[in-house]
């Protein structure tokens, strides 16, 4: 035993292969000195330099290809990838639409609207045309053809529910009945649909339980978001009135009859899109005297993050992770929309 004391080196320590300071203990690349969790982030050079797992996308502004486009209507985050809808690119009554995947676009059938309806699904995403009424996956799979549908969708795992015009149906083919076309949707955990209906008296419908909104010209349930907004393991809804400017937070296990409460500035269209990354991000598209439009962060107060040029209408769609917030601005009829990449 002496001997093997004897022969250790005093001065060995932890195993660190790539001389880069950081034990291989901690170093989630121990063969590249360049990665490690000393390291500062580069974003949207495809590497994870901090070894946080992330590497957030490069700030950046995209545009559509022509006017009136309504490029940036819908944008979703797909494995980093960013996806804009453009459903009225193209030509026709009503145009064919666009969706475009880190800038490669791919058109829908004529008169289909394509990209009116966008969401992720599993590795891809799943597109609506509701001009045709059809759902399909971008690599052009068609999992539902029935006229009207589309112009909606929610989806979770490998479930999916889309709009039709009296209401929606799953991927089941399963049909839930109600007298318009929904506004938003959201799926639960469980598999239950939740519609969001801006006008009428009833602004949530799930199952046989209705609520009623909170006044009359409010638009509550023009945009629905399940998320774990309080860090308690379950989702909450969030319901966005932009008619009031304003989104509510309630308990989907126990909706209220009616909601009441609410946050927010009361205008520019406050609610009309919402997403959650690490914390909750409101859209106000028409903020501004020249509806430049505005995103909001919302947590224990209601704080304006960014806010777009002169008709800009930031914030008319949203997506987020932990890292990136994209965000659409569709803009005026005059010039194509657009979509801006932050880094939070």
Known sequence: MWWLLACRDPASGPVDADGDGVPAARDCDDADPARSPERSEVPGDGIDQDCDGLDPLAEATLTGEQADDAFGLRVALVG????????????????????????????????????SGLVPFGDGALVGG??????????????????????????????????????????????IEADRRPDALALTADGTVILGFSHGDVALRVGDTSVARADDSDEAGYALLLADTDGDGRDSLVVGAPGSGKVYTVDPDALPSALSGGVGPGDGRFGAALAWGDRLWVGAPMAGDEVEGAVYEVGDSVTRAYTGDVGDQLGASLAADATNLVVGAPGPASAPGKVRIYAP
Do not use: N
Request: hydrophobic share 40%; charged share 15%.
């Open 80 to 115: 980093g990838k960013v996806v804009v809808g453009a459903p009225f690119h193209g030509d026709g009554a009503p145009p064919a639409g666009r969706v475009y995947v880190d800038g490669v676009a791919t058109d829908g059938p004529a008169g289909s609207w394509f990209g």
């Open 130 to 175: 509701p001009g045709v009424g059809t759902v399909r996956t971008l690599d052009g799979t068609v999992l539902l053809d029935l006229p009207g549908a589309g112009g909606v969708i929610a989806a979770r795992g490998e479930h999916w529910v889309a709009s039709t015009a009296t209401g929606a149906v799953l991927d089941d083919g399963t049909r």
